[in-house]
């Protein structure tokens, strides 16, 4: 199995603490400001500071009309040290 660089990334990325964040997020419509639309927003985050999702919140109220009503986070660490061992030998099979 050949990882492409973007899965090294991920995996590094996880093992280094990143944990995948899902952002619900409730914006009101910039015409009918009672109406409001849900975004989902997804990626690689730390706990507790979410940079991440801080820096793409900051983008959307500097760049985007629709105001925004609520943020609700979850962060699930997909990966931890203690999960990984090492292995003796590796086998390939043709």
């Known amino acids: 199995m050949t990882l492409t660089p973007n899965a090294v990334a991920d995996r590094l990325a996880l093992l280094s603490g990143y944990g995948l964040t899902t952002a619900e997020i409730l914006y009101r ?4 400001p009672r109406i409001l639309q849900t975004y989902i927003w997804q990626d690689y985050d730390i706990t507790p500071s979410f940079p991440a999702l801080n820096k793409f919140l900051n983008f959307w109220r500097e760049t985007l009309e629709g ?3 609520t943020v609700r986070v979850d962060h699930a660490k997909m990966l931890r040290r ?3 061992r090492m292995v003796g030998a590796e086998f390939r099979l043709n």
Request: net charge negative; hydrophobic share 40%.
């Open 29 to 32: 419509l910039p015409d009918h």
């Open 67 to 69: 105001a925004l009503y």
């Open 82 to 84: 203690s999960e990984l």
